[in-house]
């Protein structure tokens, strides 16, 4: 900005005593890139220390008299068209930088001790809610200042938005909470649901059906068997059979410890047949192919565990049987192998013995 950028207006009508306008005409700023045409303006105060006339007349006061500036000269228009109303140093066309502008006013604020994040344009919002609080209206506000009376509105209605903010968010926080709850008890049932399944594959749970048939078992001579017990209402109640071939039973794949793997050889897992009686029972016959391949790979198990509790003192006691099934488990578990890799491996397993 430059000397001739500033005007005196005498505004008419208002009053017994002449009232001058200062007007300030800005042609590219931060907020005018474009070339528009802006005009700024400000009135006399009674306030010695906001008027702007005064503050203005001091500081040319102060470079004119005090810096020992040249007054300019005003017989031609280059003499004084390019200084700079906001002079840098001693070069009058200059215009003070921003760091300066900056620099000037933190200091300013810091000898009063005032503590503000803005520092050049702190004075846009405090004229104009000076002005508001003095009973000006916002056309005039618009007029008289560069400040939006828009961005007044938001700065009245920001504490109103702050509080509206703060009660959303308490609110979603109390159904975040709420949510967060629900899925921890559907992680626990999952969990304890996840749990249950594996004990039933695994056998250590006893998996029970009950079925109900509305049917009449015929009965004849010529077949004895199977014998029905009927309760006259149509449901069979229980079926024995006495069957002429050996009983079939599949070996359990979900079994992963050798504790399980003695479980299923001694009492059966799920309420099936323990493995070990259908092999006195029926020998071979019981399985066949693939399946008695398997079983003898886990069978290998078996024996190592029988041979474990028979050097412990009393023998192969059930006692002694159940610790050394968990013996050769922990065995297994330092290794971190399968049951599979227990069998081929018995040998290295053994010598431990």
Known sequence: MELPDLHSVTLDREGISDCNALILVMRQGKTNQLGRLDIASCLRNKEVSVCPFGILGFYFFWRWHMEAEPFPSFEKSSDWYDIKIFKSGVDLSKELDYRAHKDSVKSAFAAVGLKTKAKTHVGRGSGARMAELGG???LSLTMATAVNPTELQLERAMPVMADRI???HQDLSSK???VELLLSQQKEEITSLKQHVIDIMTGRTELRLNA????QWPRTEEHPTPVVQDNHQGVVESVRIEASVPRTYKLS???VTTVDLWREWTVGLGGGPAVRELESKWGAAWCEGSERRFFNRRKVIIEAIEKRASI????TTNDNLKLASEWLEEERQK?????DWLSKNMKEISSLF
């Open 136 to 138: 000006a209206k916002h």
């Open 166 to 168: 703060t009660a959303l």
């Open 176 to 178: 975040f909470t709420t």
């Open 212 to 215: 109900r048939f509305d049917m």
């Open 253 to 255: 794949r979900g079994i």
């Open 312 to 315: 412990m003192q009393g023998g």
């Open 335 to 339: 290794r971190k192998k399968s049951l």
